[in-house]
C-alpha cells in the first residue's frame, strides 16, 4: 500500500520510515491498524453513551404512549426527513473523500469534504429551525413549558388539521409531554454536540487536504474520522424514528 | 547474600543513577507539560493523585472527628454532609478509579508487554489533563460551598431539593469520566496491538491482564455514568421531568442508570490492584504464580458478572421481589473469582523462597482484609441480611475493607515495588515495614468497629448518632489517627528517597518481568530495542539462566 | 477505688452501660434473620482462618532461610475445582436462605393491620387505621402482624428499625411496603437510613411496643376522633369525587364499590388488580387508568392533595362495599360545615374542569 519509505539525512537518519509514522510503531501497518482498532472501541463507547438515553426514552414511551404519540406529532416530519436524507448523503460523500485520499485524488477529495461540510451545516441549520419552533410554541422544558397543544389541541391548527385523530390529553396525561421533549432535546441535542465536533474537525481536514497532507497514501486521520461521521449519522438513524416516526399513519 | 531479603543492589560506591533516562531526557516545564511518554505521564498522575488522596483523607479525618461524639457539636450538620459527600467524591473519582491504572498500569504496561509507549501518547496526555480539569473543577466546587448529595447524587434529593453545587460537580464527575474512558481505551488498544514479537496473551504478566479486564470495565461503564451526570444536570437546570414523580419520571430509573455504572467502578477500582498483588507474591516467592490461567481467566469472569449486579444496591428500594433473586444470585457468583484468586495467591507461597520485604507485607494485608471485605459482600449479597444491614455502618465498614484494606494496599505494595524501577532508588526498607505495619493496625481499628455498629443498626451519613454508639465510633476515631500516620510517612520517606535512597540498579528484586529487564529509570523508549519473548511470564529459571550471562553495566 | 477518680469512674461506668455489641432482638423474624447471620460469620471466620493459616504456615514453612531454593508449581485443577465449588456451594446456600427471609419480610400476610408512614423531611408520620397520628413515633402491639404501607412526600427516605431487622425504602410517588410481628415489648430506635439532606440524622424515632391491652388503651387515648377512613370520606365529598363517583348507573366515573380487591379491565384491555397502589395512581394520574366503558375526563389530583389526604381516601374507598355506602357519602356532602354545594343530586353537572379549584383542601 504505502510505498514511500522517506530517506531523510540529519536526525533522523538512523531510521527510515515515512514522516507520519509515530516512533513508538514498529511500521505503518501496525500503526494504522492500532488507530482503526481504537476509533471502533471509541464509537463502543459512545454506543454505551447513548444507550443510556435511548433506554430511558423506550421506558417513558412505553409508560406515557399517548403523551408520546403527540408530542411527536408536533416535529415537523418534513424537517426530519430532510435531515436523515442530508445526513445520508453526507455520509455518502464522507465515504467518496475516503476513497479519493485512498486513490490519491486530492482535488476530488477537498471537493467531498467540502460537502460534507456543507450538508452538515444544512442539518444543523434544519435543527436550528426546529428547535427555534420549539421554543416559540413553548415546548422547551423548563422555559415556560405550556401543555396548551396537548389539552386543547384545536389551539394549535398546524398540526391539528395534519391529525385530527389526536383527542384532547387530561393534563396528567399531557404532562408527560414534557419528559417526550426533555428526552428528544437531550437526545437531539447531544446528537447535534457529536455533529459539531465531527464538523469542526471536517473543517481542520479541509485546510489540511488542501495542503496535500492526506493524500501521501496516509489516510488513516480520514478514513478514521469517516467512521466516526458514518457513526453519528447512524444514530440520527435510530433517533429519527423513534422521535418523529410514532403513530404517524396517512 | 542475606538470607532474609532477596534485594541485591549494585556497589554503592561506584553505582550512578544513568545519565540518559526519562527524567532527565528533556527539561522544562513544557517538556513534562506536553510530553507523551507514558512515564512522565504516569508521574505527573502520581503527583495530582496523591494530592486528592491528600484531600479526601483531610476530609475523612473531619468525619471520625465529628464522630467522636453522639451530637452533632464539631460542625453543622449541613457541613458534615458536604464534608462526607466531598471525601466519597474525591476518593472514588479522584483517587480510587485512576489510582493503579493512571499510574502503575501508565508506567508499567508497555515495559511489560515489550512496547515502546501506548498506542495513542496523546490521547494519554489527554486524559490526564481531563482528570486535572476535574480535580480543578472540584475544588472550585469545595471552595465555593461544596456539595451535600452523598457521592451517589440520588434524586430527587440532588435534583429538587438542595441549593450547593450539584451541577458543577456533576460536570466535574463527567470530565474525570473521560479521563477514565481514554485510559481504558489505550490500555485496550495497547495490548491488543503493541505486543512485542513472542508476547501471546498468556505470557503476559498478570498485572497486564488484570488492567485489561479494569479498561472493559472503565470503556463500556463510564459513559453511562456520563450520560446519567447529563440527565441530573438537564433535570436540575431545566426540570425535565424524567426523575420527578410528579410529572411522571422515575427517581428508581435514575438508581439503575447510577449503578450500573457504579457497580462495575467498584471493580474497576480493586481488579488492577489485584494484578499488583500478583505481580508481587510471585517475585518475593520467587515462584510462578499458582493457576496463572485461573487467575488470567477470573479477572476476565469479575469484569463480566460485574455488569449483571447493579440491583443489589436498591434491594430495600421497591423493586420486584423475583429480580432480587437475579441479583442476588450473580453477585453471589461474582464473589468466586475472587476467591478463586485469594487461594491461587496463598498457594504461590506453598514451596517457594519466601521474604518479607515491604511490598509482600502490605500484598498480604492485601490478602486478609480484602478476604474479610469481600466475605463480608456476601453477607449484602444475600437478600435476607442485606435488608438488616444495608445502608448502615457494615456498608461503610464492608466497602472500605476492600478499596482501603484491599486496594490502597496493593497500591502501596505497587508504588515500594516499583519504586526502585521508577526513580532509581530504593525507599528505607525498615521504616516503611514499619510503616505498613502502622497501617495495618490503624485500618482494623478504624473499621472493624463499624461492622459491629452496622450491625446494631448505626445508620450511615449520620453526624449524630445515639450515645449508646460512641464506644465504638471513639475506637474508629483512635484507629483512623493511627492510619492517617501510617499513611503520612510514605509519603515523607519516599520524597526523602529521591535523594538520599540507594542506587537500585537495574533489578533490585531479581524479578522476573520485561521492565525489569532495563535500567531504572528506564530509557524514555524503553528498550533500546524491542524485545522478543521467548519464555513465560514468572519464569524464574529464565531469569536465572540471563543472569549468568555476563552482563555489562551500563 | 479510691485510685481512680471518681469523675473518671463515672464516665467508664456510663460508658460501659450503653455498650452494646447486639440490637435487642424484638420480632419474630429477627431471630430467623440472625440464625443466617450467623452462619454467615462461622463461614467467615472458617474461611478468614484457612486464608490466614495458609499464609502463616505457608510463609514459615516457605521462608526463604528454611526453603532456598523455590519449586515451579504450574497449578493444580483439583485444587482450583476445590476451592471454586465449596466456597460456591456456601454461597448458593446463603442465596437461597437468604432469598428466603426477604421473600418472607417483602410479603405481608393478608390479615396484618395497615399503619400507614408518611416520610418527609426531616420527620415520620404514621397513621393508624383509627385515626390516630403519630410523628416520629410508632404504638405497636406485639403478636399481631403489623404492616407498614409507606411513602415519602419528598425524597428517598428509608423506614429502619434495627431490633426488628427490618427496613424499608420510602420513595415519593408510590408505595412500599413491608411488615413484621412485634414480640417483645419495649421501647427501640427508629431510623432513617436513607440520605435525605440537612436533618438526616434527627430523622430519628422511638418504635414502642405494647402489650395488646396497653396498646388499646393507647389508641383510645389518642384517637383524633376520626378515622382514616372517616377522614377519607369527608374528603371524598369536599373534593367532589362524588360527582361523577356516585355509584348511580348513568354516573361518570365507575362505581368504586367493591373495586378495593378486584381485578379490573382497563380501557385499554389490561387486567389489574385493585390494590392501594393503584388507588393512589388513579387518583394523582387518572388518565393512566381509565376504566373500561369510561372516557379519561378525571382530573388529576396532584398538587391538591397531600399524600396523607391521598392515604385517607384510599382508606375510605377500602370501606365501600355498596353502592348504598356511596351514595350515604352524597348525603354526608350536605352537613359539611363549608361546604360550597359541590355535592349534587341526580342530574345536575357539577362544573369538573381540569384546573378545578375545588376542594382545595390539604389535609
Redesign the interface.
Known amino acids: 500500500m504505502s510505498d514511500s519509505t522517506v530517506t531523510v539525512t540529519g536526525a533522523h537518519a538512523e531510521h527510515e520510515h515515512p514522516p507520519y509514522q509515530r516512533h513508538h510503531f514498529a511500521s505503518m501497518e501496525q500503526q494504522v491498524d492500532t488507530t482503526s482498532f481504537a476509533m471502533w472501541l471509541f464509537l463502543l463507547t459512545e454506543i454505551m453513551f447513548f444507550g443510556g438515553l435511548f433506554t430511558a426514552y423506550l421506558i417513558f414511551r412505553n409508560w406515557y404512549y399517548p403523551a408520546f404519540v403527540e408530542a411527536s406529532h408536533q416535529l415537523s416530519i418534513k424537517e426530519g426527513t430532510a435531515n436523515t436524507a442530508v445526513l445520508i448523503v453526507s455520509s455518502f460523500t464522507m465515504a467518496m473523500g475516503v476513497w479519493c485520499a485512498e486513490t490519491r485524488r486530492r482535488g476530488a477529495l477537498v471537493l467531498c469534504l467540502c460537502l460534507t461540510f456543507i450538508l452538515g451545516l444544512v442539518f444543523l441549520g434544519i435543527k436550528y429551525d426546529e428547535y427555534h419552533e420549539k421554543y416559540e410554541k413553548h415546548h422547551v422544558p423548563g422555559l415556560h413549558y405550556s401543555l396548551k397543544s396537548f389539552t386543547d389541541p384545536a389551539s394549535d391548527p398546524e398540526v391539528h388539521n395534519a391529525y385530527p385523530d389526536d383527542k384532547p390529553l387530561m393534563p396528567d396525561m399531557a404532562r408527560h409531554t414534557e419528559i417526550y421533549f426533555g428526552l428528544y432535546f437531550a437526545m437531539t441535542g447531544m446528537h447535534a454536540l457529536h455533529m459539531i465536533i465531527g464538523i469542526s474537525i471536517l473543517a481542520f481536514m479541509i485546510f489540511r487536504a488542501r495542503a496535500g497532507a492526506y493524500t501521501t497514501g496516509h489516510v488513516t486521520f480520514v478514513n478514521n474520522f469517516g467512521l466516526y461521521w458514518h457513526f453519528v449519522d447512524i444514530i440520527w438513524i435510530f433517533l429519527y424514528p423513534l422521535l418523529y416516526l410514532i403513530s404517524r399513519h396517512a | 547474600m542475606s ?4 534485594v541485591r543492589l549494585p556497589d554503592q560506591a561506584t553505582a550512578r543513577i544513568p545519565k540518559v533516562n526519562f527524567l532527565s531526557k528533556e527539561n522544562g516545564l513544557l517538556s513534562w507539560l506536553l510530553t507523551g511518554d507514558h512515564k512522565r505521564i504516569a508521574t505527573l498522575y502520581l503527583i495530582s493523585i496523591t494530592f486528592f488522596f491528600a484531600i479526601g483523607g483531610a476530609l475523612a479525618g473531619l468525619i471520625r472527628l465529628e464522630l467522636l461524639t453522639p451530637q ?1 457539636d464539631l460542625m453543622a ?2 457541613t458534615y ?1 458536604k464534608v462526607f459527600s466531598m471525601h466519597g467524591i474525591i476518593m472514588v473519582f479522584l483517587f480510587l478509579v485512576p489510582s493503579v491504572p493512571a499510574t502503575l498500569g501508565n508506567f508499567l504496561m ?1 515495559m511489560m508487554i515489550g ?7 496523546k ?1 494519554n496526555l489527554l486524559s490526564w489533563y481531563l482528570y486535572i480539569i476535574a480535580g480543578g473543577m472540584i475544588i472550585y466546587s469545595m471552595i465555593t460551598g461544596g456539595v ?3 457521592w ?1 447524587f ?1 434524586v ?2 440532588s435534583t ?3 441549593n450547593t453545587n450539584v451541577i458543577t460537580t456533576g460536570l466535574a464527575v463527567f470530565v474525570a469520566g473521560f479521563s477514565s ?1 481514554f485510559t481504558g ?2 490500555f ?2 495497547t495490548i ?3 505486543r512485542a514479537p513472542g508476547m501471546t496473551w498468556f505470557r503476559l504478566p498478570l498485572f497486564v491482564w488484570s488492567n485489561y479486564a479494569a479498561s472493559i470495565l472503565m ?6 455514568l ?3 451526570l ?2 441530573i444536570v ?2 436540575r ?6 426523575f420527578d ?9 435514575f438508581q439503575h ?1 447510577f449503578w ?1 455504572y457504579s457497580h462495575p467502578a467498584v471493580y474497576i477500582m480493586i481488579l488492577p490492584g489485584m494484578g499488583v498483588i500478583s505481580e508481587v507474591v510471585s517475585t518475593f ?4 504464580v ?5 487467575v488470567a481467566f477470573s479477572s476476565v469472569a469479575i469484569a463480566v458478572f460485574a455488569f449483571f449486579v447493579w440491583e443489589h444496591h436498591m ?4 423493586v420486584s ?1 423475583y429480580s ?2 437475579v441479583f ?2 450473580l453477585t ?2 461474582v ?2 473469582p475472587s ?2 484468586k ?3 495467591w ?2 504461590t ?8 520485604e515491604t511490598p509482600m507485607l502490605y500484598s ?1 494485608g492485601f ?2 482484609l480484602f ?2 471485605g469481600g ?2 459482600g ?2 449484602l ?8 444491614l ?3 455502618y457494615f456498608i461503610v465498614a464492608h466497602f472500605h475493607f476492600v478499596m482501603v484494606g484491599g486496594m490502597l494496599m496493593a497500591f502501596l505494595s505497587g508504588i515500594h515495588f516499583w519504586w526502585p524501577k521508577w526513580t532509581g532508588r530504593m525507599y528505607p526498607e525498615k521504616i516503611s515495614q514499619l510503616a505498613a505495619l502502622i497501617t495495618f493496625i490503624g485500618f482494623n481499628l478504624t473499621f472493624f468497629p463499624q461492622f ?1 455498629l452496622g ?14 454508639f ?2 465504638l465510633n471513639v475506637f474508629s476515631t483512635a484507629g483512623a489517627t493511627i492510619l492517617g500516620i501510617g499513611y503520612l510517612l510514605p509519603i515523607l520517606y519516599l520524597t526523602w528517597s529521591l535523594k538520599y535512597g540507594e542506587i537500585a540498579g537495574d533489578n533490585p528484586w531479581q524479578a522476573t518481568g520485561l521492565e525489569w529487564q532495563t535500567q531504572s529509570p528506564p530509557l524514555t ?1 524503553n528498550f533500546p530495542e ?1 524485545p522478543i519473548v521467548d519464555h513465560d511470564a514468572y519464569d ?2 529464565w531469569l536465572e539462566r540471563k543472569q549468568k550471562e555476563v552482563t555489562s553495566v551500563g | 477505688m479510691d485510685h481512680i477518680s471518681p469523675v473518671l469512674w463515672q464516665f467508664l461506668v456510663k460508658w460501659m452501660e450503653h455498650f452494646a455489641l447486639f440490637p435487642p432482638e424484638a420480632s419474630k423474624i429477627a431471630p430467623q434473620m440472625d440464625a443466617l447471620f450467623f452462619f454467615m460469620v462461622l463461614v467467615s471466620l472458617i474461611g478468614l482462618t484457612v486464608v490466614v493459616l495458609l499464609i502463616i504456615s505457608f510463609s514459615i514453612l516457605y521462608s526463604k532461610k528454611r526453603h532456598p531454593v523455590a519449586v515451579q508449581i504450574e497449578g493444580s485443577t483439583l485444587l482450583e475445582a476445590t476451592w471454586t465449588i465449596i466456597p460456591l456451594g456456601l454461597f448458593l446456600i446463603m442465596f437461597v436462605w437468604g432469598s428466603l427471609i426477604y421473600f418472607r419480610v417483602y410479603t405481608p400476610p393478608a390479615n396484618a393491620m395497615n399503619i400507614y408512614v408518611v416520610g418527609k423531611q426531616w420527620m415520620w408520620k404514621a397513621e393508624h387505621p383509627g385515626g390516630q397520628h403519630e410523628i416520629n413515633a410508632l404504638h405497636i402491639p406485639t403478636g399481631r402482624p403489623i404492616q407498614l404501607t409507606l411513602i415519602s412526600q419528598d425524597v428517598f427516605h428509608s423506614f429502619s428499625i434495627p431490633a426488628f431487622r427490618v427496613k424499608r425504602e420510602a420513595i415519593p410517588g408510590r408505595y412500599t411496603s413491608v411488615w413484621f410481628e412485634a414480640t417483645q415489648v419495649g421501647t427501640y430506635h427508629l431510623f432513617c437510613t436513607q440520605y435525605c439532606g440537612t436533618n438526616h440524622s434527627a430523622m430519628i424515632g422511638d418504635i414502642v411496643v405494647m402489650t395488646p391491652d396497653d396498646y388499646r388503651k393507647w389508641l383510645a387515648e389518642s384517637t383524633s376522633g376520626m378515622s382514616l377512613a372517616q377522614n377519607g370520606e369527608r374528603l371524598f365529598a369536599s373534593l367532589s369525587c362524588n360527582a361523577c363517583h356516585n355509584g348511580r348507573p348513568d354516573a361518570r366515573g365507575p362505581s368504586l364499590a367493591n373495586v378495593y380487591g378486584s381485578n379490573l379491565t382497563l380501557a385499554n384491555g389490561q387486567t389489574t388488580h385493585v390494590d392501594e397502589a393503584y388507588l393512589r395512581d388513579a387518583i394523582l394520574n387518572p388518565s393512566d387508568h381509565v376504566t373500561q366503558g369510561y372516557t379519561p375526563i378525571m382530573p388529576t389530583y396532584q398538587g391538591q392533595i397531600s399524600e396523607d389526604g391521598v392515604i385517607s381516601l384510599v382508606e375510605y374507598i377500602k370501606t365501600l362495599n355498596s353502592n348504598y355506602r356511596v351514595e350515604q357519602t352524597l348525603n354526608t356532602t350536605a352537613l359539611l360545615p363549608d361546604s360550597e354545594g359541590k355535592a349534587t343530586s341526580a342530574g345536575q353537572k357539577p362544573a369538573a374542569e381540569p384546573s378545578a379549584k375545588q376542594g382545595m383542601v390539604k389535609q
Not at chain 2, 434491594?315 to 421497591?318: K, L, V
Not at chain 2, 507461597?349 to 518479607?356: C, D, E, H, N, V
Open positions: 538470607t532474609d531479603t532477596i452533632s450538620a449541613d454532609n508497555p512496547a515502546k509507549d501506548l498506542a495513542l501518547p490521547i451535600d448529595t452523598g451517589t440520588t430527587p434529593l429538587h431539593y438542595v474512558v481505551l489505550n485496550i488498544v491488543h496491538k503493541m470503556v463500556l461503564g463510564t459513559p453511562v456520563a450520560i446519567t447529563v440527565l438537564l433535570e437546570a431545566l426540570g425535565i421531568g424524567v414523580p410528579a410529572k411522571g419520571g422515575d427517581p428508581i430509573l442508570l450500573f516467592s520467587r515462584k510462578r499458582f493457576g496463572y490461567t485461573a434491594f430495600i428500594m421497591g421481589n432480587t433473586l442476588s444470585l453471589m457468583l464473589a468466586v476467591a478463586i485469594i487461594f491461587n496463598s498457594f507461597l506453598y514451596k517457594g523462597s519466601i521474604t518479607f498480604f490478602m486478609g478476604t474479610i466475605l463480608t456476601v453477607f449479597a444475600s437478600t435476607g441480611t442485606d435488608i438488616h444495608t445502608e448502615t459491629i450491625m446494631l443498626g448505626m445508620p450511615r451519613r449520620y453526624a449524630a448518632y445515639p450515645p449508646e460512641q464506644v523508549e524491542i524464574y529459571e
